[in-house]
Structure formats: structure tokens, C-alpha cells
């Protein structure tokens, strides 16, 4: 159970206390004292390892259940004991140009907050740091740890936005170069580059109903003042959705035109390939009449028959040259 617990901490008045042994006399304790609260975190636990801690903060079964399915769409569920947020943290990996999707929810009472996080996506460790050393902001209790958290999130969305805004740059740069060999495998990056915006799309925007319901007030176990800190959240979420839109627009433009331009460079490339085949077919067409074997026949007998035929081969192929030289077809 140590090993799943990655931090746990009793807030009095802001501020961090030592680890409690017992949960549920840390919460007992946060209850009482009225100004404290408990936050837990855990990584990937396990049933076992997580049904003690869904026993003592009396966690409703099917949030249980969606913690340790994970897979779950970004949502907000209120409960009688608790209120459940789910949250997909967006990581972006530089060497690679991917995405990795990662899960976070995030339970919050009347005196704790409880963190279950799955994947490699990990915005919690700066969230905790950061808030530990704002007491001011840490003393408005669960409340403060659940905003700081989703505008954390959400903050992250923007930095992956932007770098997929760059690469997206970069293969429209790659998509309009006249190099042949930059071009011929676009068509796959470009689908993979659509598929990454898809999972970009699945966390931003199923986010938006939640946040607006945290915005709009009259949620249980969040204070009302907090409303304000969540506009704040849902102005960055909108700006993000409107990115991940333009990305969309963009790829979808970007797939047209390269479809286009190979559409383009076919058709040039059949009009070369049967520009060559009309210069090739005047010489195959004298020296086929040349090779009938007829007794009489025009300058069969003539000593500069041979040399007048390749002389007029070589003419009619560089007339048919020069026009299709003229037209582009070369």
C-alpha cells in the first residue's frame, strides 16, 4: 500500500502537517478541527490496495469502479459523500512528436481530497509543491486543491497545443516541397498527426460541461466563491478547444492538398511517360515499314537509304521534343 501511495499530508490552516498514520484519524482530526483537510495521492492502485481507502472515506462504488477501470471520459459526478472529478491529463513527447493520454481523478469531501492517477501523464507533484508554498490559497481547503489541479491540466493543454501548432508547421512545410522523397510518405504522417489531434479532442472537449458546472456554483463540496477561479479555468479550456479545432481545420487542408499535388504530379508524370512513348513510337514506325521484306520498295536499293531513315528518325524525335518541350509536357 506504501509503494501506491506516492503522498499524503494533513493541512491545518494552509499549511502542511506531519503524515498521519491512520486515515481515519486524520480525517476525524481534519473534521474536527474545521480548518484542516487530508490529501491523499495514489498511483495506479490496485482493488485491494484501493478498497481500504474507498471504506474509509466512503467512496460510492461505481466511482471506485471507474477509478480502477480508468478508460473513463473526462467528467463530473456528484455523490452523497463525495464529488468525483475525472480529468486526462495530455503529456507531449519531444523526441517522438506522440502524445500519451493519461487519467486522473480526483475525489473531493466535506474534510479530504483524494488523487488517483494512472498513466505517465503527472501534473500533481508541481501541483502540490506550488500549493505548499501559497498557504493563502491552500487554506480554502479541497476546494483549492481541485482548481489547482484542473488549471494545471488545462494550462498543459495550451504548452501541447502549441507544439503540435509547430509540427503541424513543419508538415505543411514538408507537404508544398518539391522534393519527391519528402513527399511520399506524408499521406501516413499526416493520418497519424489526425489520429493524435482525435485523442487531443477526447480530453479537451468532453471537459467542457464539468467545468462549466464547477463555474456556474451550487456544486456540493465546492465553496461558491470558487466559481470565479473556474471561469479563469474555463477561459484557458475554450482557448484550447478552439486550437484543437484549428489543428483539425488545418490537417484536413493539409491532407486535401497533398492529395492535390499527387493527383498534379501523376498527371505530369503520365504526360512525360506518354510524351517518351511518341518519341519512341516515330522510330519504331519507319524501321517497321523499313523491315518488310517487299523487293520493291523507295530507296531499298539506294546507297544512302540507311543513313537518310536514321536522319529522319532523329528529326521527327526532336521536333516532338522541342513541342512538347513548349508545353511542358518534358
Not at 230 to 259: C, G, M, P, Y
Amino acid at each position: 500500500m506504501q509503494e501506491v501511495i506516492v503522498d499524503c499530508a494533513l493541512y491545518r490552516g494552509g499549511k502542511r502537517a506531519d503524515r498521519p498514520p491512520d486515515f481515519p484519524a486524520a480525517l476525524r482530526e481534519a473534521r474536527e478541527a474545521g480548518d484542516a483537510f487530508l490529501w491523499i495521492g495514489l498511483y495506479e492502485p490496485t482493488e485491494a490496495e484501493f478498497a481500504r481507502v474507498s471504506r474509509d472515506f466512503g467512496l460510492h462504488p461505481l466511482a471506485v469502479e471507474d477509478s480502477l477501470r480508468a478508460h473513463q471520459r473526462p467528467k463530473l459526478e456528484t455523490y452523497a459523500d463525495s464529488l468525483f472529478l475525472v480529468l486526462k491529463p495530455i503529456a507531449y513527447e519531444e523526441e517522438t512528436g506522440e502524445l500519451s493520454t493519461g487519467e486522473l481523478m480526483v475525489f473531493v469531501g466535506d474534510s479530504f481530497v483524494l488523487t488517483v492517477r494512472h498513466g505517465r501523464a503527472n501534473p500533481l507533484g508541481a501541483v502540490r509543491e506550488r500549493l505548499e508554498h501559497t498557504p493563502s490559497v491552500l487554506r480554502h481547503g479541497p476546494t483549492a486543491v481541485m482548481y489547482a489541479v484542473s488549471d494545471t491540466v488545462v494550462d498543459h493543454y495550451l504548452d501541447v497545443a502549441a507544439a503540435l501548432h509547430h509540427d503541424l508547421d513543419d508538415l505543411e512545410a514538408h507537404v508544398f516541397s518539391t522534393e519527391v522523397r519528402a513527399t511520399a510518405s506524408l499521406a501516413g504522417r499526416i493520418y497519424a498527426f489526425k489520429r493524435q489531434a482525435l485523442e487531443f479532442r477526447r480530453a479537451t472537449v468532453p471537459l467542457i460541461d464539468p467545468v462549466a458546472r464547477l463555474t456556474g456554483g451550487r456544486v456540493p463540496f465546492v465553496h461558491d466563491d470558487s466559481r470565479f477561479f473556474f471561469r479563469d479555468v474555463a477561459d484557458h479550456l475554450s482557448r484550447v478547444n478552439e486550437q484543437v479545432e484549428s489543428i483539425d481545420r488545418l490537417l484536413t487542408d493539409i491532407l486535401s492538398a497533398h492529395l492535390a499535388q499527387m493527383g498534379v504530379r501523376q498527371n505530369d508524370d503520365m504526360r512525360k511517360i506518354s510524351a517518351w512513348a511518341a518519341m519512341f513510337a516515330v522510330p519504331t514506325a519507319i524501321a517497321g515499314v523499313y523491315g518488310m521484306n517487299f523487293t520493291h520498295m523507295p530507296e531499298l536499293h539506294w546507297v544512302f537509304g540507311y543513313p537518310m531513315a536514321l536522319l529522319l528518325m532523329l528529326g521527327v524525335c526532336l521536333v516532338l521534343f522541342r513541342v512538347f518541350k513548349s508545353r511542358g509536357w518534358m
